[in-house]
C-alpha cells in the first residue's frame, strides 16, 4: 500500500528546506520538494561523448562549444525527443574561460562561446527545452577550470541571470571537511535566486570516494538528483560495475529516493560505440527501473535508427516516468537472472525486468511465479504486457508462471496489470 503526503511548497523559494514525505510500506522516502524533479529528469549530456574537446580549430564540429549544444537542442526539438519528455540540454565541464572576469564572475570560453550564455539559453529555451549547466563544488573543477568555492552565492545568481534551469555540481578539488557544506551552501543559494534551477549533486559519490558513508537523506534534503557511483564509460563493463552496485544497495538508497530527489548512475550511452543492441535495451529498461535521470551522452547528428527507436520508447518511458516514483530492486535471484520490480500507477501495477548477467553461451529460460512478481494479490488475473513493444504476452492468475527467455547480458521487461 503506498500512501503520499505532501507538505505545501514555499512558492516564495525561501531557503529553508521543503520535504515530500512518502510512506512506502514501513520505509519514509525523504526528497527535496522545490517543484522541480517530480519525475526523473530527461534530456541530453554532452560528457561522456564529448569530453572535454576544446580544440574548435581542427575539430569544429565535436568541439565544447556553442554550436555543438546549437545543434544538439535543434535535434531534440524537431526529432521527436522533446515530445518524448527529453528536455534538458546539458552543457558539461571545459566550457570555462580559464579566468573569471575583472569583477569576479564566471564567464564561459569567449572563442568556443562568443555570444555568452545568456544567448545560448535563450536559444535552447526557444525551441520548449531547459538548459543545464556544469560546475564544481571546489576551488577548480575535475577539469581544472574555475570552481565555485568561495564564490557560491556569486556563481547562483550568475546561472539565474543567464537563465540556466539545471545545475550539475561536480565534486573535485574540496577538502573532505569542507565538502557537505559546499552542497548545502550552493543550494541555499540557488533557491535565494527565486529561479527554479534543478539541483544535480555529485555529494554522495564524494562521500564514497572519501571512503565514508554516504548520507543519502542528508544529500536529498538539498539536492534533486544523487550521483552515487562513478563516471560511466562506453564499455559493457562500466555499465555491468554500475547493476551491481545498484543491485546491492548499499544505505538503502533506493529506499530514500523519490518524488523530488533522484538516484543518479550517471549518463546513458547508448547509441555510442560499445555495447550491443542487447545491452543498450539493459541500460534502457534498467535506468528506467531505478527511476534514475534518463541523460543520454550521444552523437544526435548520426545516432543510430535502432538506438533512437530505444530512446524513444514510449513504454520504457512510461515506466520511468512513473508518477509513483517508487525505484525499483532486485526482488529474487534465479541463477544469473536478477528479478527487479517496482510498483507502479494504476494501483496494483508492477514493472517486472529480467536480467541475464552472464556473458555468454546462448538465452536462458526462467519460470517465476506470478504471487512473486506482484506486491498483493488485488486481482485473481493479470495482464502481462511486453514494455518494449506493447504486446499482450499472457493473462496469468497468481499461482501460474510467467516464463521468458533473456539473452546474456540482456533483459525482458514486462509490465503487469491486474486485469
Known amino acids: 500500500m503506498f500512501r503520499r503526503q505532501s507538505i505545501k511548497p ?142 557560491y552565492e556569486m556563481d547562483a545568481q550568475t546561472f539565474a541571470e543567464w537563465g540556466i534551469d539545471l545545475l550539475k555540481f561536480d565534486g573535485c578539488n574540496i577538502s573532505p571537511d569542507d565538502f557537505s557544506e559546499g552542497y548545502r551552501d550552493m543550494g541555499f543559494y540557488l533557491n535565494k535566486t527565486g529561479r527554479p534551477i534543478l539541483y544535480s549533486c555529485e555529494w554522495a559519490l564524494g562521500d564514497i570516494l572519501h571512503r565514508r558513508p554516504a548520507n543519502y537523506t542528508a544529500v536529498l534534503e538539498v539536492c534533486n538528483t ?15 560495475s554500475v547493476i551491481n552496485f545498484y543491485a546491492k544497495d548499499i544505505g538503502n538508497f533506493s529506499k ?8 543518479d548512475p550517471d549518463e546513458m550511452v547508448i547509441g555510442d560505440f560499445s555495447l550491443s543492441p542487447d545491452q543498450e535495451r539493459t541500460q534502457m529498461a534498467l535506468w528506467s527501473m531505478w527511476a534514475a535521470p534518463l541523460l543520454v551522452s550521444v552523437d544526435l547528428r548520426n545516432i543510430r535508427p535502432e538506438s533512437k527507436s530505444l530512446l524513444l520508447n514510449k513504454g520504457v518511458i512510461a515506466v520511468s516516468q512513473d508518477p509513483l516514483g517508487v525505484p525499483g530492486t532486485v ?19 508492477t514493472a517486472a525486468t529480467m536480467f541475464n548477467s552472464a556473458v555468454g553461451g546462448g538465452p536462458s529460460n526462467v519460470t517465476i511465479a506470478m504471487y512473486q512478481l506482484v506486491d498483493s494479490g488485488s486481482s485473481v488475473y493479470y495482464l502481462v504486457t511486453d514494455t518494449f513493444t506493447g504486446d499482450k504476452v499472457a493473462r496469468l492468475s497468481l499461482l501460474q508462471g510467467l516464463t521468458v527467455r533473456v539473452n546474456p547480458t540482456g533483459v525482458v521487461m514486462v509490465t503487469i496489470t491486474p486485469a
Open 256 to 263: 530514500i529516493a523519490g518524488p523530488g530527489g533522484w538516484n
Open 331 to 349: 526482488r529474487m535471484m534465479v541463477g544469473q537472472i536478477s528479478v527487479w520490480t517496482r510498483p507502479i500507477l494504476p494501483k496494483g501495477s
Open 226 to 240: 544523487c550521483r552515487n557511483y562513478d563516471d560511466i564509460n562506453d564499455q559493457w563493463d562500466s555499465i555491468a
Open 10 to 151: 514555499n512558492t516564495g523559494m525561501e531557503p529553508s528546506t521543503l520535504l515530500l514525505l512518502l510512506a512506502v510500506g514501513t520505509v519514509a522516502v525523504v526528497a527535496l520538494d522545490n517543484g522541480l524533479a517530480r519525475t526523473p529528469p530527461m534530456g541530453w549530456l554532452s560528457w561522456e561523448r564529448f569530453r572535454c574537446n576544446t580544440d574548435c580549430q581542427h575539430d569544429p564540429d565535436n568541439c565544447i562549444s556553442e554550436n555543438l549544444y546549437m545543434r544538439m537542442a535543434d535535434i531534440i526539438a524537431a526529432e521527436g525527443y522533446k515530445e518524448a519528455g527529453y528536455q534538458y540540454v546539458c552543457i558539461d565541464d571545459c566550457w570555462l574561460s580559464k579566468s573569471r572576469d575583472i569583477n569576479g564572475r564566471l564567464q564561459p570560453d569567449p572563442d568556443r562561446f562568443p555570444h555568452g550564455m545568456k544567448a545560448l539559453a535563450d536559444y535552447i529555451h526557444s525551441k520548449g527545452l531547459k538548459i543545464g549547466i556544469y560546475e564544481d563544488v571546489g576551488s577548480m573543477t575535475c577539469a581544472k577550470y574555475p570552481g565555485s568555492q568561495g564564490h
